[in-house]
T-cell receptor, first 109, second 115 residues
Framework: GQNIDQPTEMTATEGAIVQINCTYQ??????LFWYQQHAGEAPTFLSY????GLEEKGRFSSFLSRSKGYSYLLLKELQMKDSASYLC??????????FGTGTKLQVIP | DGGITQSPKYLFRKEGQNVTLSCEQN?????MYWYRQDPGQGLRLIYY???????QKGDIAEGYSVSREKKESFPLTVTSAQKNPTAFYLC??????????????FGPGTRLTVL
């Protein structure tokens, strides 16, 4: 099975940078996803890392260290619309994923 | 536009009634999934289907049933046997690449309230 651990809540200021950490334990590792979920809406895909290192997509970047069982999502130039929950999702085995409980990010002016 | 649709967005039912939630996708994805989301918990897998006419139980299948008669459709029935059915239900789909784990794309969700 898998265990996903991420902070419950974070607050950051508009225009700043925030890093959301995620640690995972898995019996078989097949990559790690990040999703964004606004309140009452569906999760939307942000990134997928299967190799170590940093992947950048515009204002969002995701990092993975397989040896440490660790990932983070980095959000730059925060905007008010970035206020949402960010879900860390571990992939273990064929088509098997485990969702973390999510980190609720509040961006303040 | 390609995507996943779920209807209705809000659904109210009396206790003891069965209710069916619809999920349709036109992404030509082979695999479809149903999740349940409760406050303070991660999404939990109810059922999934990798191909038409085949589906598998997820982690919390008790009190639910599904069918997969068409590639595009994967309806979920919440039966009266489900002890705590009030929740946000999310349908997702993915390609089935044959190896690894494919990205799942979600529908807008149905919020079910049982009175």
């Amino acid at each position: 099975g898998q265990n996903i651990d991420q902070p419950t809540e974070m607050t950051a200021t508009e225009g700043a940078i925030v890093q959301i950490n995620c640690t995972y334990q898995t019996s078989g590792f097949n990559g790690l996803f990040w999703y964004q979920q606004h309140a009452g809406e569906a999760p939307t895909f942000l990134s997928y890392n299967v190799l170590d290192g940093l992947e950048e997509k515009g204002r969002f970047s995701s990092f993975l260290s397989r040896s440490k069982g660790y990932s983070y999502l980095l959000l730059k130039e925060l905007q008010m619309k970035d206020s949402a929950s960010y879900l860390c999702v571990g992939a273990g085995g064929y088509q098997k994923v485990t969702f973390g409980t999510g980190t609720k990010l509040q961006v303040i002016p | 536009d390609g995507g996943i649709t779920q209807s209705p967005k809000y659904l109210f039912r009396k206790e003891g009634q069965n209710v069916t939630l619809s999920c349709e996708q036109n992404l030509n994805h082979d695999a479809m999934y149903w999740y349940r989301q409760d406050p303070g918990q991660g999404l939990r897998l109810i059922y999934y289907s990798q191909i038409v006419n085949d589906f598998q139980k997820g982690d919390i299948a008790e009190g639910y049933s599904v069918s997969r008669e068409k590639k595009e459709s994967f309806p979920l029935t919440v039966t009266s046997a489900q002890k705590n059915p009030t929740a946000f239900y999310l349908c997702a789909s993915s390609i089935r690449s044959g190896g690894g784990t494919d990205t799942q794309y979600f529908g807008p969700g149905t919020r079910l309230t049982v009175l």
